[in-house]
């Protein structure tokens, strides 16, 4: 059975015991606070010191995402769309990668999910065609609304 997903919806999937994974493409889901960093020991400080400030707070991390087929080609893409460095974590990869990533992010306790921020259509197209499914396969799909996160 395949999972399709709206563009624009903000799926939660149950992957872990902490809570529900959260997802936005573009933007945040309802209430989560958004954090930024380079890298994922950047992230893991600004997700701590938000913590520390609102402990039950629902902490995502930006991750521009270049995805293609394979990781060459979105090496390739990546380069021909001139992105230039910024102040969010890139992922360049494949879709299967990209879960994974977002995946450890939240099963670390790192963050509470991700908004991904397609670098091309291309890739934004495979994020809902190929890396929501993805997600979605490691558990059962929750609300689309906010829901508390556990102590």
């Known amino acids: 059975m395949t999972t399709t ?18 997802i936005g493409v573009d933007h945040a889901p309802n209430g989560a606070i958004r954090i930024r960093a380079t890298d994922l020991r950047g992230v893991t400080q600004r ?15 930006d991750i521009e995402a270049m995805i293609a087929r394979d990781a060459q080609s979105a090496r390739s893409a990546l380069a021909q ?9 890139l992922y360049v990869g494949t879709p299967a ?34 890396v929501l499914p993805e997600l979605s396969t490691m558990g059962p799909i929750s609300s689309l609304t906010r829901e508390p996160r556990p102590a």
């Open 81 to 89: 769309a001139g992105w230039d460095r910024g102040d969010t974590l």
């Open 97 to 130: 990668g990209l879960a994974g990533l977002i995946a450890d992010i939240h099963a670390l306790a790192i963050a509470d999910g991700a908004v991904l921020l397609p670098v091309t259509d291309a890739a934004r197209v495979l994020i809902f065609d190929e």
């Open 47 to 61: 997700a701590a010191a938000v913590r520390a400030d609102h402990p039950d707070a629902v902490v995502v991390v």
């Open 5 to 22: 997903f709206p563009r624009g919806s903000m799926p939660n999937f149950d992957i872990s015991p902490s809570g529900p994974l959260r």
